[in-house]
DNA sequence: GTCTATACACCGATAGAC
DNA sequence: GTCTATCGGTGTATAGAC
């Protein structure tokens, strides 16, 4: 369309090298331990011992960084999902998964980012999609075989309902005890290690 | 202890004033629709239009802003969960305010901010322990009420780990629509339905 | 009660030297 | 690949005039 670009486009460095990940390392730490308000490219710096403006020889724009980041997050997260589906005992392993508090933390700013954001935005519901699909299919195996096994119909709780309610109670579990609450957090444990222990014994 | 403060203190205006109340809005509409990352003093006076300056004349800094309107939100959502206590079907209320979109999206915020402000925090510890103390009230009522009508001794599920139950699914469910995820919202909003018509007919 | 003036720190981003 | 220099913009907060 545009035969010349008047703009004549900063010099960039190649994603996927050590000090691409540095950065992206630093930036996962602060967002776990400060809060994405804390996101700039100087804190980054700083963190992984460059100066500020490096980071946008690796990041066009700040957006980019973080869009970056929850990529390779998500990745990993869904590698270790998929790793958990073929364990021993996979919901046990879910569950243990959704408790995990630093990578909790972590998501949820990305979450609180995404409104923000439309890059991190478009990240993020391909991640919730993906993984909450991939937890309904463990889980429905998972029924199947027991269901199979007792010769019942089973399944009051749709799995993916099961799976969505799962999700939202582990986050709220790890958000509350980061602030130091946990009024019916054991209970609400019990009861859902309970489900878990009558399809996974 | 200090016989005289060395700084003589900035000129305060009084809180509760028509204009104290307008700021709170301002800080509360920018919480709801732009995030806590747009939350500072300029934003706020532009919304209400009056000059950035004059936010300091009500508040001492930008943290006690944050504290105050979160107290005020505070205040008006307990007063509307007794109140919807008191109602003919008080289960059924409680769920609908935790799908109202736009507070869940507030509190949601200052969730978030609480990690940052010691003051926010404090605040949103005690409003989260004494909702969950006023829902599991109501809850309890209402299974001794259904046990009593049908000689049961009921409650697999206990008050306290239903009610976290709700909140939490209700704040995953609001954040999520809003992003544009809807996977699997139809199937949990059945489950809960179908357990509160089961207490509540 | 609201305004102007003003300080100082930090932010994202660009240009160009080494 | 990393640095120095530098820009315009925005943030919190204070002092003091009207």
Redesign the pocket.
């Known amino acids: 369309m545009k035969a010349s670009d008047t703009?004549?486009a900063?010099?960039m460095?190649?994603s996927g090298?050590a000090?691409w990940h540095l950065m992206l390392d630093g930036a996962e730490a602060i967002l776990r331990e400060e809060g994405y308000a804390?996101?700039?490219?100087?804190?980054v710096a700083e963190r992984v011992g460059?100066?500020?403006?490096?980071v946008?020889?690796y990041f066009?724009?700040?957006?980019e960084l973080m869009v970056e980041a929850f990529r390779r997050l998500s990745k990993r997260e869904l590698e270790r999902f998929e790793q958990a589906m073929s364990a021993e005992r996979p919901l046990h392993e879910i569950w243990g998964i959704a408790m995990n508090t630093s990578d909790a933390r972590l998501i949820s700013e990305f979450m609180a980012l995404a409104n923000r954001s439309e890059g991190v935005r478009a990240e993020v519901i391909a991640f919730i999609e993906r993984s909450r699909q991939l937890q309904v299919e463990a889980l429905t195996r998972a029924i199947e075989r027991k269901a199979v096994a007792a010769g019942k119909p089973a399944a009051a709780l749709p799995p993916v309902a099961a799976t969505f309610l799962a999700t939202s109670v582990g986050l709220a579990l790890t958000r509350e005890a980061a602030l130091g609450v946990s009024m019916g957090h054991a209970e609400i444990a019990g009861v859902i290690e309970q489900y878990l222990a009558a399809l996974e014994p």
């Open positions: 703009t004549p900063r010099r460095g190649p090298s000090t804390e996101l700039t490219s100087r804190r460059i100066k500020q403006q490096l946008y020889y066009k724009t700040m957006d």
